[in-house]
């Protein structure tokens, strides 16, 4: 296991995991959900939500969750005994403030450090469980995960970081994940804002085979959403951090946008104004077209995306 990690964001939480993990599995939303990062050797990582207002609620989730364990041991008899009994162990120093946490330790089939954490700001109550296969327990990865575990945004304004597939990007943070489609070499991201305020986020690769035989302004008029009609002479041309940027815009009226691409078959037809940029990140081998949707011009225009696609991003 390498000792490199990234930052993986998704529904306001944060935290630090070994490179080789990606997400595999998604279910819920932003109030109630599951997510579970996987590596070659299968599940690694695992976080299970919900909404808790109770202010002993990480006490009793984290007693309920040890008692559970115990009783499946003993259900199963032989296959689920412990080779390590459940026991609390103090590995995070201090959680944040706001955030009580607890964290359990033990073998069985396979070791696991599992951890309860309850916020009161965020009112989220949070199971992590961190999954090693038997005898390969590396508690420095699993503290250092949950030392950087945080499940809200700094502040009620600051935005909110979605940072997953080697994608990266700000979101204001009263927007919502409504859609998302993730396959090989492709990712598929939709966002809704308040009122009608929508964007979507779309990535491709690798750009090098995508551009074999057609320019990236070819390549970026096939993509756009079905309606818009945009010529190559339309279109503006910049440079971002080393990156060549496609872009145009589009008034209310001016086309009807296509809606709903993502939610198969019920194709919602609506005027709305259009901010569209698509471009090739040369360092990352992918291409990009983020499609932000608004009821004016201003509003798409102050949406405030930030979509970063390689590395020196952080100075952007
Ligand atoms: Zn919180
Ligand atoms: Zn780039």
Redesign the pocket.
Known sequence: MTDATYEFGWRKFRLDVPEPWEPAHFEGDDAKGYVRLDDVYGPRLELRWGLAYREDACDTAFEQYLKGLRRDARKKKGAGVFRREPKEVALVSAWPEGMKGRVARWSAEIDCVSAVVACSVCNRLTALRVLFAAREMRTSVARRILESFRDHTASVDAPSVWSLYRMRFEVPSRWRLAEHRFGPGYAEMRFRGPGRLLADVRRWGPAEVLLRRQSLEAWYLGQLAPGVRVEAGDLDRTEV???EVLSFERRPGGVAAVLGRLSRGKQARRRLALVSAG?H????N?LWVVDVYGASLDEAREAEWRA???AD?EEG
């Open positions: 951090r080393g990156d471009w990140c040369a360092s990352t992918r970063f696609c390689h991003a």
